[in-house]
C-alpha cells in the first residue's frame, strides 16, 4: 500500500515518530470553560482526554475522563458542579512530546509518567497533535500485519 492509500485509508501515514502516528489538529478546550461541557466533547469526539489552553490557545494543562470520574467520586454533590471551571479540574502541567520524537520515546514517555497521551506543541506551545496509548497500539497492530 503506498502512502496515500494508507492515508486515505487509515487517516494516518505509517512511520516511526509521533508526527507520522498522532491525531493531528486535536480538539481543545479553554481553561476558563465550565466543567459541565468537557464529558459532552469527550463522548461526542469519542477520545478520553483533551488539551486545555489559555486565551491565547497555548497548552496549560488537559483534562480527561479520569478527572472527571475522580471528580464525581469526591464529596463534591453533583449540582455542585456548575460553578467549575476546566482550570479546577485539570491536571497540569501537560506532557508533551516533539512530533520528531521516535514512537518508542513516546511509549518511554507514558509509561515512565503514567499517562495515556502525550501532547504535540509547536514553538509557540499551542498543540497541534495528540499521540495516546491508542495511536500506538494502531502502530503495533500495523508492524505485526507485516510479521
Known sequence: MGIEEDVMTT????GSTVASAMTVSPVVIAEGDAIAGVAELLAGY?????????ADDRLVGVISQTDLVRLRAASLPWAGWHGLMVRD???????????????????????AQGVNRLIVVDDQQTPIGVISESDLMREIADACDDC
Do not use: K
Open 46 to 54: 469519542e477520545i478520553s482526554g483533551l488539551p486545555v489552553v489559555d
Open 11 to 14: 487517516g494516518r501515514m505509517t
Open 89 to 111: 479540574v485539570m491536571s497540569f502541567p501537560a506532557w508533551t512530546i516533539d512530533g520528531q520524537a521516535s514512537l518508542d520515546e513516546a511509549a518511554r514517555q507514558m509509561s
